[in-house]
């Protein structure tokens, strides 16, 4: 492949761009910013409820969806365009399909939709002389992006966040995708040391450590947090372990009258999540303001006093560094690479997951001391802007692409 620089990359995920996964949109436009040409592509639209700026309006407009473009006549043109290209790569791209399906028959049918949908993105990366394929997210997006790689000979890479992923990884043939993959960005140590786990020894050194990240200068605020404002931003569904939030605050409300959350995100629990709200007498004490867009969260953290976040399972959070970038400080719960990023007793504090008690005694420690509080935050910035800056972790990750795509 040639190593021009005038030459664009591509940028792959299952949906592209959604509100839940603006960190995305952050590394793109970081690319960009350094003169890389990035072309996204996505296996399917996200729904309009994902478009809350003008940012994802903008991105939405101009990427690539696979399966919009995949209507009969043009798959066939695709697929046909591509095999006669290179025959024997195209039969070993099939093969590679068939070979890492997991058993039985839906699964192979599924890995066959993939295939095909690899044929149409295959043509449009070959038409588009792009010279690298990047991908976010290791499951089913990351599969189409490797057998488009083995059907063009475009290498490719992807981003590995979890915890999803490492709780089915030879379900979704990890193994194979970082053998084959010029290299693996993991987002923490921890997400790194699992890719170790289900990987052949004789590959670890594509592992390397690159962040999602932020811009920290986006989040300054001059305001200390003084007040009872409590802040969750993610989405809603049962992993984020809300439950057990609206659990601590049923016993803290007694004690601070005045107590509020703010609960910023969409997803399949919402309904349920608002009944236990009504159930436990909290409908005063929370507010469900759906998706917002990049530039209403940092308004929503900078005015909150403490960001919470009772996950049962994480990567390293970005709304985390987004809340110690605007210095607030943050409650968390121990899993995976979160203590990668919150120092326990200086930057925030961190809890057993799933323990109401404890998250409760948590919060009431952060709200009820004020100058503690505005200390955490203080340190909490220093970690994000020396470690966890968007521009920084772009740079690397493009020098990454540079040298796989040489």
């Known amino acids: 492949m040639s190593d021009t620089n005038d030459q664009p990359i591509a940028y792959l995920t299952g949906e592209y761009p959604r509100a839940t996964d603006t960190f995305i949109q952050r590394e793109v436009a970081e690319l960009r910013s350094h003169g890389k040409t990035v072309l996204t592509c996505s296996v399917r639209r996200t729904g309009a409820e994902h478009l809350v700026g003008e940012e994802q309006k903008t991105e939405a407009a101009n990427t690539f969806y696979i399966l919009s473009a995949a209507r009969p006549l043009h798959l066939i043109a695709c697929h046909a365009g591509t095999f006669l290209r290179a025959p024997l790569r195209y039969l ?58 083995e059907l063009t000979g475009i290498p490719f890479s992807f981003t590995l966040h979890g915890p999803d992923i490492f709780f089915a990884p030879a379900q979704w043939r990890l193994d194979t995708k970082i053998a084959r993959a010029s290299f693996v960005a993991c987002i923490s140590h921890f997400c790194r040391s699992q890719a170790m786990t289900f990987s052949d020894p004789a590959h670890w050194h594509k592992l390397h450590i690159i962040h999602c990240g932020v811009h920290p200068r986006r989040y300054h605020s001059d305001e200390d947090p003084m007040g009872h404002n409590l802040l969750f931003v993610g989405r809603l569904a049962p992993v984020k372990g809300l439950p057990i939030l609206f659990r601590a605050l049923e016993t803290l409300v007694p004690d601070y009258p005045d107590l509020h959350l703010t609960v910023i995100g969409d997803g399949p629990s919402r309904a349920a999540l ?20 990049q530039s209403e969260v940092a308004d929503a953290l900078i005015a909150a006093d403490l960001f919470v976040l009772p996950s049962f399972a994480e990567g390293v959070p970005v709304v985390l560094m987004e809340a110690m970038a605007a210095a607030r400080p943050v409650v968390a719960t121990h899993v995976a690479g979160i203590p990668e990023l919150v120092t326990d007793g200086a930057s925030g504090l961190l809890v057993p997951a799933g323990d109401p008690k404890s998250l409760a005694a948590a919060i009431a420690k952060v709200i009820g001391n004020p100058s503690r509080a505005t200390a955490m935050g203080i340190v909490g910035r220093t970690t994000v802007q020396s470690a966890f800056d968007i521009s920084n972790e772009a740079l690397r990750l493009g020098r990454l692409i540079d040298k796989a795509s040489s």
């Open 92 to 149: 070993r791209a099939l093969g590679l399909a068939i070979r890492t399906a997991p058993g039985g028959l839906r699964a192979l049918l599924f890995q066959l939709f993939y295939f095909a949908e690899a044929g149409v993105l295959a043509a449009h990366l070959h038409r588009n002389n792009v010279r690298h394929l990047h991908n976010h997210i290791a499951k089913s997006s990351c599969t189409v992006a490797m057998l488009a790689s």
């Open 274 to 293: 608002e009944h236990q709200v009504a159930g436990a007498g909290l409908a005063g004490h929370v507010t469900f303001a759906g998706y917002k867009s």
